[in-house]
């Protein structure tokens, strides 16, 4: 949607990937330094070398780096750092793992609704057990504990419910989960035996001035040995969101916490079957883990794209949860974080109706009428669940601001129409 | 009601719990997985090297790491060409340099133009970028002689290892006595035994035929489905070509008859095709499956259904770490063409850097382009190394007595037959190891070089191979190839 990359990022990787360039006056002497460092850790000095499964080796030290610095100096270990093909391979790499048992023993996973489809779609695949357990949109999206002891209680009575999924912050509700909140799950998944997955792909995307990113990790170490020697934690990161943005590069990574040492091995075992992760994510992810520090070169640049790319997409948050609250019929909870409104639409019976009539969703219905009339392209809620008789839309902020507020004012005007047609 | 039972034992004593994710809970099949050619030996390996980096004394100053088909890692080079459009693909502002060919430039360009955003850092479609497809098609046009490609049915993958399993996801189904079979040749690539195993589907393995030269024989097909018959529903056919770990090139013959058979019992064919830039053996040609497919004409042409698959990961690129690749899927379902489009959806898309690295290879540069004359200099010198490599390796394997070593007519590497003593398999069963796999430990122990067993690839019962690649430099490989002839003649004394 026409955010550029980040120089520096695209720089160390053109260094990379045509190391001739090393050469070159054209580029800063940091930048060069990262990508000899990588290229030396690579077989042949070469990105088109296969890496180890789990990636390669400096990298995972320097993710480790990175979660140490995030978490205020919890430790991390490389060892534990695994190298995926974006987050999504990560996770399924796991879940895979974890699934097992047939009847009523068959793996039950818990997860929210709303949720990201890639959770439903996995699940749909290993044939696991779906559990929903749903997030609060009267708070804000907040996660209750209360439903998620509801959600495993009634799953036991006819799968084994053994994973809990979080994604903080949300995909598609953007709520940014309170440290309260993160140690109350903690908590639910050491009384209940749950291995946790935390999704926290959009873990530089916050947004809201009272709202705070708390790793998974970090909470889980600071609640003492009790806890974190025994609650076992997959959490997973990416280099397509943030504010890098580098989707197509399909770099990630996952840090397990707790794991048995021979699941472990399973786990290098399974990556093992297709090699590597692409070489160049991973460098991608060496960037994004280590950036640019003050002093260096190219720190001023970096920072300043970095600030106009976060600070952007705040305003792009905000600016869209008030148009969409302008609109009649439609309310949008506050975009804490990630990419996405996620506004509840009410729609009048008889447009209902008309969906049903067509054997459609009828959020489906309405996007589709949105589509055809606007050329606007919104998925509906019905494609990440939510409660019966709610109708939603996910729609990203990710346009540029001048045409973000020409496509949300086709969807206001869109929908005053809707709601004519139909009343 | 569904019950887990909370060891309180041990673990609890040490303040430590029973965890939730342990061998016995985890996914049996995930278990079952097996994948040799990155198993224990590569394991040992890596302790080794780390025990030499830490200057601990060694018989030998490095480990050579011939047990995977890596080509970069053993000092091949990059093809310029292609790094070039990639480095413009992934820093434009490289446009205004003058270090690069005006051809490289235009490629970037058109590239991106192809791109969200004008950037590699946009997710593509999920079957890849629209020009890059037509490419790929276009391509196999020329290689096949003219005959059509339809860019819809041309998939971008993450490497082939991706889209063979995505297919075999697609295919395996039912249960018990229906459960899928699938065929896969012995010796294999252990993706396929892996992904097998994975998927919970029935195995079903035909032999190729080490005395004529690793040959495929119908009539071994033919038996193999007959007693599967007996326990699942063989469904799919999967051939590799040229074979991994045997080199061999199919003849045009074999081809018609594999697809005849195919036909006739009614088995989805995948083509593993991911070597067929490496030919080396005179007399020998690679025929794609799809070509012979079309030639053969109707009923065939028409109703056959084949899976094609091709990698950047060997030929003369050697670009693994990119993880680029592409299926051709011929005749297939058109409810199912969509579940596939569908299925590799959730995964948003392979990645871009492999896309664009695929279609440098797909659409090199023209005799009239500035890069022309170097891309195909780069070229046949790498093709002309691994040529003169594979001859090399046979001929210094068979003057050993007790290796013997098929012609390695393609692909990247031997798989030679090795004698073992009576004395030796005696003490490999002592130990819980399969026979070869106590050999390769030892010579890696000993000399520092890692093959991988034949074990890991399937072997007739009672024989004993192991699989190096082609690939250590030149000047290396006669040396590697020397002391490792040594090494079995050393073995064969002491277990006499």
Request: charged letters at 20%; proline letters at 7%; aromatic letters at 8%.
């Amino acid at each position: 949607m026409g955010q550029q990359p980040i120089t520096f990022l695209r720089q160390v990787m053109a260094l990379c990937t045509y190391p001739n360039l090393l050469d070159s006056p054209s580029f800063p002497e940091d930048a060069k330094k990262r990508a000899r460092r990588i290229l030396q850790a690579c077989g042949g000095n070469s990105l088109g070398s296969y890496s180890a499964s789990q990636g390669v080796n400096c990298i995972r030290e320097d993710v480790a780096a990175y979660i140490a610095r995030r978490d205020g100096g919890v430790p991390a270990d490389p060892d534990n750092i695994y190298l995926t093909t974006g987050a999504s391979d990560g996770i399924t790499t796991i879940l895979k793992i974890l699934v097992s048992g047939g009847g009523k023993s068959r793996t039950g996973v818990l997860i929210p609704i709303p949720q990201y489809p890639l959770y439903s779609a996995v699940l749909s695949e290993l044939g696991a057990v779906q559990v929903n357990y749903y997030l609060d949109e009267d708070n804000c999206w907040a996660l209750d504990v209360q439903e998620l002891r509801r959600a495993v209680r009634e799953a036991k009575e006819h799968c084994d419910p053994k994973v809990l999924c979080i994604i903080n912050p949300g995909n598609p509700t953007g709520q940014v989960q309170s440290r309260k909140c993160i140690e109350d799950v903690i908590h639910l998944a050491w009384e209940e035996k749950l291995f946790l997955l935390a999704d926290e792909v959009y873990q530089d995307n916050v947004y809201s001035a009272n709202c705070t990113f708390h790793s998974f990790k970090k909470v889980l170490w600071e609640l003492g040995p009790e806890y974190s020697s025994n609650v076992e934690l997959a959490s997973f990161h990416s280099t397509s969101k943030g504010y890098m943005g580098e989707c197509g590069y399909r770099g990630g990574y996952m840090e397990v916490v707790n794991l048995h040492p021979e699941i472990k091995g399973q786990l290098v075992k399974l990556l093992s079957v297709r090699l590597c992760p692409p070489v160049s994510g991973q460098a991608a992810m060496d960037i994004v883990v280590n950036p640019p520090r003050p002093g260096e070169e190219s720190f001023a640049q970096f920072v300043r794209e970095k600030e106009a790319v976060l600070s952007n997409l705040a305003e792009k948050a905000k600016l869209t949860e008030d148009l969409l609250n302008q609109v009649p019929g439609i309310r949008c909870n506050p975009l804490q974080g990630a990419m996405y409104a996620f506004p509840r639409l009410l729609l009048p019976p008889k447009a209902v109706e008309a969906a049903q009539a067509h054997g459609m969703a009828p959020d489906m219905f309405y996007c589709m009428r949105l589509l055809e009339e606007t050329g606007i392209c919104v998925v509906p809620g019905s494609g990440f669940g939510q409660r019966e008789g709610t109708y939603h839309f996910r729609i990203t902020i990710l346009p540029p601001v001048e045409k973000l507020k020409t496509v949300l004012q086709r969807v206001k005007d869109f929908h005053v129409q809707f709601l004519e047609e139909f009343a | 009601m569904a019950v887990r039972t909370v060891g309180h034992n041990q673990a609890t004593m040490n303040g430590l719990r029973e965890k939730v994710l342990t061998l016995d809970t985890m996914n049996a099949c995930v278990k079952r997985v097996e994948y040799a050619v990155r198993g224990p030996i590569v394991l040992r390996a890596l302790e080794l090297e780390q025990e030499l980096s830490q200057g601990v004394k060694k018989p030998f100053t490095e480990v050579i790491r011939a047990n995977i088909g890596d080509a970069h890692a053993m000092g091949q080079k990059p093809i310029t060409f292609l790094r070039q459009v990639l480095a413009l693909c992934v820093h434009p502002d490289l446009q205004n340099s003058p270090d690069f060919p005006e051809d490289a430039k235009r490629k970037a360009r058109s590239i991106l133009q192809a791109c969200g955003g004008h950037s590699l850092g946009a997710y593509s479609n999920s079957s890849g970028i629209q020009p890059i497809r037509e490419h790929v098609a276009q391509y196999i046009q020329r290689r096949d002689g003219g005959i059509p490609a339809d860019p819809n049915n041309i998939f971008l993958s993450t490497g082939a290892s991706d889209a063979i399993v995505t297919v075999l996801k697609l295919l395996v189904a039912g249960e018990g006595r229906c459960r899928t079979g699938v065929l896969i040749p012995i010796p294999q690539y252990p993706l396929y035994s892996a992904a097998l195993a994975e998927l919970d589907a029935v195995q079903v393995d035909y032999y190729l035929d080490e005395d004529r030269a690793w040959a495929l024989d119908v009539a071994e097909l033919r038996r193999a489905l007959c007693q599967a018959r007996g326990h699942c529903l063989p469904r799919v056919l999967c051939i590799i070509n040229p074979g991994n770990p045997t080199g061999q090139v199919q003849t045009r013959e074999c081809i018609e008859a594999v697809i005849r058979f195919a036909f006739e019992e009614r088995l989805f064919l995948m083509a593993d095709e991911v070597y067929q830039d490496n030919v080396y053996a005179e007399g020998s040609q690679f025929h794609s499956f799809k070509k012979v497919l079309m030639e053969m004409g109707p009923p065939y042409s028409t109703q056959q259904e084949l899976a094609s698959f091709h990698s950047i990961s060997k030929g003369y690129m050697g670009e693994c770490g990119l993880r680029g690749g592409y299926m051709e899927v011929v005749n297939m379902d058109p409810a199912v063409q969509q579940q596939m489009q569908k299925l590799v959806s959730v995964r948003l898309c392979p990645p871009l850097p492999g896309q664009v690295a695929l279609d440098v290879v797909v659409s090199p540069p023209e005799p009239s382009d500035p890069s022309f004359a170097q891309f195909q200099a780069e070229k046949q010198e790498v093709l002309a190394q691994l040529a003169a490599k594979a001859k090399l390796t046979e001929q210094v394997f068979n003057e050993a007595p007790g290796i013997r070593c098929n012609p390695v007519q393609g692909a990247m590497y031997s798989f030679p037959r090795i004698q073992l003593p009576p004395r030796a398999v005696r003490r490999a069963k002592e130990l819980g190891q399969a026979p070869d796999m106590f050999f390769c430990l030892r010579l890696l122990e000993e000399t520092g070089i890692c093959v991988v067993p034949g074990c890991g690839f399937g072997q007739r019962e009672g024989t004993y191979h192991f699989r190096m690649t082609i690939l250590p430099a030149a000047e290396k490989l006669r040396p590697l190839l020397e002391k490792l002839s040594q090494f079995h003649a050393k073995f064969t004394r002491e277990y006499s």
